[in-house]
């Protein structure tokens, strides 16, 4: 089994969460992405955060949420996502840019355009009522 290690940022907003779709993409994934050698993963997340959205996390508010897998979106059968979600408190406007087409609020009645482990995550999210 192949496994992509991945980190995200779950930001919500009034029973929305914020999701992001990179250019020749077809689905809307929550920000973030892989480590570089030696990073943590608050380094990796700052990082990526700032690169794809133009902000800054609070490190200090830096909170796990969970540890999610599922098939991976446009990869062979097999290949699973491993999805690290973590909270945290931002400084900055959201706005897209590197290699980020869309940024968009997104809730559960929006998991057509969404990969598989976004749905979980969306689902964990609903049953805790923190999302719509």
Known sequence: MNIIDKLAWIEIQHKAILS???????????????RELNETDE???IREI?????VSLDTTTLQLVGIFEAQAHGHPEGT???MTCYSANYVGEI?????????RWLN???KAIISEVDKIIFDFLQQKNLLD
């Open 50 to 54: 700032r690169e794809e959205l133009s």
């Open 95 to 103: 706005k897209a840019s590197a290699e980020i087409a869309e940024v």
């Open 80 to 82: 699973i996502v491993r």
């Open 108 to 110: 559960c009645s929006d």
């Open 20 to 34: 992001a779709k990179s250019y020749g993409k077809d689905k809307f994934y929550l920000p973030g992405g892989k």
């Open 43 to 45: 380094q990796a997340l």
